[in-house]
């Protein structure tokens, strides 16, 4: 008596769920979409004092280029949008749209300028024929000093011929030999100050401060062609944007070519057979109050490694977006057309479950 009453209860209980199961309303199919741009350009900080602009093409969004600027980790990099551009600006292929400010290069670059000005004025004034008039004079001040002590010699030899007959004391000679050996020291000094005068406007010393210009000069080169790099042009035409993709990697600039713009529909391989061009799909955006309605242009199936298994993907162009609902660039597309049953979902995922357990089974 007790064994039918639970077999009773049983079937009863099972009836009410299957009741309810079926009175469930069938939905539309749901599945994630990912905006394409047909062409898209990229600044990202992966790490500091790194940044990598990537040069994506294609719905696939293939690698076209990839650019590396680097920076010392002591350095102080401040990035500054050229004048004009902001969230949504309009820029062509060429245009200058980011700058990197580097405190480090900046300031070498002044203290080169400098440099470079002070070797410029040495060389000059090398090369101005004024040095060359200072030996000139330096000359004339030999020739002078020489003058003036030849001069004293027959003053002196007289005072001592004076001095040997007695008419002049000892005192008077030797106050006038001191006077001579005092013109003698001044040739002395007049002939030393001409050699440093030669020698500062000899070749050696011009090629010296040549060597030393040049050097400056390079190195000031260097630092405005690293300054002149850091001067960002974009090599896409389309629409500047800072919204990230990826919320772990800081998106300095992107630049978004619109035409066209694609929403990639990933669906469910089980849907292969439904999911045909043509069928209409309302598209949500994530973030935005906005809904969108197209039409699947093409499908592919795509297998997924990493996954083990392959997905459906749909391509649906859109066009007359606002931008700021391409810069979020995912959403959730519904196509009304596909209904999904629950019942008869649950009863193949059980049938697939099923043959899945009973494969392992005969393997075994």
């Not at 990202?44 to 280029?65: C, N, S, T, V, Y």
């Not at 992107?254 to 057979?273: G, H, K, Q």
């Amino acid at each position: 008596m007790w064994l039918w009453l639970r077999y009773f209860l049983i079937i009863a209980l099972s009836g009410v769920v299957l009741y309810f199961v079926l009175q469930t309303d069938v939905a539309a199919l749901k599945c994630p979409f990912e905006l394409e741009a047909s062409e898209q350009w990229t600044i990202q900080q992966e790490r500091p004092g790194d940044f990598i602009a990537k040069h994506l093409k294609g719905r696939m969004q293939a690698l076209a280029g990839v650019t590396t600027f680097r920076f010392e980790r002591y350095d102080v990099v401040n990035t500054e949008l050229a004048p004009g551009i902001r969230e949504g600006s309009l820029v062509k292929a060429g245009d200058h749209v980011l700058t990197f400010r580097s405190l480090y290069d900046e300031s070498q670059k002044k203290m080169l300028q400098a440099k470079v000005e002070m070797y410029q004025a040495t060389l000059d004034n090398l090369l101005s024929g004024e040095l060359q008039s200072r030996v000139t004079e330096g000359e004339r001040l030999v020739t002078l000093a020489y003058t003036n002590y030849y001069s004293y010699l027959p003053l002196v030899e007289r005072r001592r011929e004076l001095f040997n007959t007695g008419y002049i004391s000892n005192d008077e000679v030797q106050q006038l030999e001191e006077e001579l050996n005092s013109r003698f020291a001044e040739i002395a000094v007049a002939e030393a100050d001409l050699n440093a005068r030669k020698m500062a406007c000899s070749s050696n010393v011009i090629n010296t401060a040549r060597a030393e210009l040049k050097v400056a000069q390079k190195e000031l080169e260097m630092v405005n062609d690293r300054l002149a790099a850091r001067t960002i042009t974009t090599p896409v035409s389309g629409r500047v944007t800072q919204v990230s993709l990826d919320p772990e990697i800081k998106t300095i600039l992107r630049v978004v070519n619109e035409d066209p713009i694609y929403a990639r529909v990933v669906a469910p391989l089980t849907f292969s057979n439904e999911i045909q061009p043509g069928l209409e799909a309302v598209l949500t955006f994530h973030n935005e109050d906005l809904t969108v309605t197209g039409r699947v242009e093409s499908v592919s199936i795509v297998p997924v490694p990493l996954m083990g298994l392959s997905v459906v993907h749909a391509l649906i162009p859109i066009r007359d977006v606002p931008f700021s609902a391409i810069s979020s660039m995912t959403g959730e597309a519904s196509i009304p057309s596909i209904k999904i049953d629950p019942f008869h979902s649950s009863l193949a995922a059980l049938r697939a479950l099923y043959e899945k357990f009973s494969n392992s089974l005969s393997k075994e």
